[in-house]
C-alpha cells in the first residue's frame, strides 16, 4: 500500500511538472571571486565574455572560419530574442554571424513596393521563385495594404528568406521570426536544404522568460520622440533625469528632449496575450521535435537559488527616484528586480550577457567544438 501510495504520488509529481510546461536547466555562470563588471560598457562587457566563456569563443571562431550554422530562436515576443543573436555576433564573430529577422526583412519589402522600379524586381523575383496556394496578384495586394501583421503564407516567407540568406552569404545565421506560426515548424526541419546550407548543422535556441517580465518592460518603456531611442524608466533609465522623473534621452542631437510613454504601452502584455499563446505553443512544439540539437536559455533564476548560480552583477537591477529638494536633485535607487514566473515563483530577471554566456557554452557543445 506504501509503495503504490508514493508511485502515485511520483506520477502526479510528474504530471504535474509536464501539464506546467517546460522545464528550463538553471545554468551556472557563478565563478569564485569574481571581479565585478558592468555590463552596459561595452569594453568591460567583452572582458567579462573572455572570463566567462573565452575557451568556447575561440573554438567558436576557429570553428566560424571553414563552417557556419543555422539557429532558429524561439520565444515569446519581447523575449530578447534579438538582443541576445546581436550581442553573440558582437562577441563572437562580428564578420561571420548574422542576425536575421523575418520582421525586418518583411518591412523592408513594404519599403520596396513603395518604389516603382524595385516593385517591378520584387514582382519579378516572385514569379520566378513563389510556389505556393494564394495567387501571386493576391499576395502583392496584402502586402501593399497590411495594417496589421496579417498572415503571409508560409511559402512566401520561404521564397523571400532564400533571396535574403543568398545576399548574406554563407555566414552562422540566427533566424528570428520563423518558424512563426505552428505549421511552420515542420517547414523548418528542411529550411537549410533550401537555402543550400545542406551540409550545416541546425539548432533550436529555445527561450523562456517569463510573462511578467515582458509586461514590465512594455510598461515602463518610453521613447525618445525625435531619434525613437528606447529606454526604460524602471530597467534602463538615460543619464539626465527630470524632477518628477523623466528621462532624457542621452542623444546631444535630441537636445534635452524627454522620453514619452507610447500610446498602449500601460497595457502591457494585454493586448498581445494570444500572440504569447501561441509563442509558447511554438516553443512546446520544437521542444518536443527529434533529430535536431536543442539549446534551452532562461532569462530567470529562482530568487533562493540565484547565490548559488549567478554573480550579483549578472541579475537586471530596477530603478526607482526619490526627489532631493535641498540639492535640487534626482536621487536613483538601485536594487535587484524581482519578478514572479508563469509558475509563481519569486524570480530574479537576468542580464542578457549570462544568458549569453549560456548560449555559447552550450552552442559549443550542440557543435561538437
Ligand atoms: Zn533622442
Not at 548560480?309 to 535640487?328: G, M, Q
Request: with cysteine; net charge negative.
Amino acid at each position: 500500500m506504501g509503495t503504490l501510495k508514493l508511485f502515485l504520488m511520483e506520477t502526479i509529481l510528474i504530471l504535474n511538472k509536464f501539464m506546467k510546461g517546460l522545464e528550463f536547466p538553471l545554468f551556472k555562470t557563478k565563478v569564485e571571486n569574481p571581479p565585478k563588471f558592468d555590463l552596459t560598457d561595452v569594453k568591460q562587457r567583452k572582458e567579462y565574455f573572455e572570463l566567462k566563456a573565452g575557451e568556447e569563443i575561440e573554438k567558436l571562431r576557429k570553428y566560424l572560419k571553414e563552417n557556419s550554422f543555422i539557429v532558429y530562436l524561439l520565444g515569446k515576443k519581447n523575449s530578447g530574442k534579438g538582443t541576445y543573436a546581436k550581442m553573440f555576433k558582437e562577441i563572437v564573430d562580428k564578420d561571420m554571424v548574422e542576425h536575421f529577422s523575418i520582421g525586418d526583412m518583411i518591412r523592408e519589402v513594404d519599403e520596396e513596393l513603395r518604389d516603382v522600379e524595385k516593385k517591378k524586381e520584387f514582382i519579378n523575383f516572385l514569379e520566378k521563385n513563389y510556389r505556393g496556394f494564394v495567387p501571386l496578384e493576391e499576395i502583392i495586394k496584402s502586402l501593399e495594404n497590411r495594417t496589421t501583421s496579417k498572415l503571409l503564407p508560409s511559402e512566401l516567407i520561404l521564397a523571400l528568406a532564400k533571396r535574403e540568406i543568398t545576399k548574406i552569404g554563407r555566414k552562422a545565421i540566427f533566424v528570428d521570426g520563423f518558424p512563426r506560426e505552428l505549421d511552420q515548424v515542420s517547414y523548418s526541419l528542411f529550411f537549410r536544404d533550401l537555402i543550400e546550407y545542406r551540409q550545416d548543422p541546425d539548432i533550436f535556441v529555445l527561450i523562456d522568460v517569463p510573462e511578467a517580465v515582458i509586461d514590465e518592460r512594455i510598461k515602463h518603456r518610453v521613447i525618445c520622440p525625435l531619434c525613437q531611442t528606447s529606454r526604460s524608466l524602471k530597467l534602463l533609465p538615460t543619464k539626465e533625469i527630470e524632477k518628477k522623473f523623466h528621462l532624457i534621452c542621452d542623444n546631444s542631437e535630441c537636445q534635452g528632449t524627454r522620453m514619452v510613454v507610447k500610446e498602449g504601452d500601460e497595457l502591457g502584455i494585454e493586448p498581445i496575450k494570444e500572440r504569447l499563446n501561441i509563442d509558447e505553443n511554438l516553443i512546446k512544439q520544437a521542444f518536443s521535435l527529434y533529430g535536431i540539437p536543442k539549446v534551452l536559455l532562461r532569462n530567470s533564476v529562482p530568487k533562493d537559488k540565484a547565490k548559488e548560480f549567478v554573480d550579483d552583477y549578472e541579475i537586471t537591477p530596477e530603478y526607482s527616484y526619490e526627489w532631493n529638494e535641498k540639492n535640487r536633485e534626482v536621487k536613483i535607487i538601485e536594487k535587484p528586480w524581482q519578478v514572479l514566473d508563469d509558475d509563481g515563483v519569486s524570480c530574479y530577471s537576468l542580464m542578457p550577457p549570462p544568458v549569453v554566456v549560456s548560449l555559447i557554452k552550450q552552442l559549443t557543445e550542440a557543435l561538437d567544438l
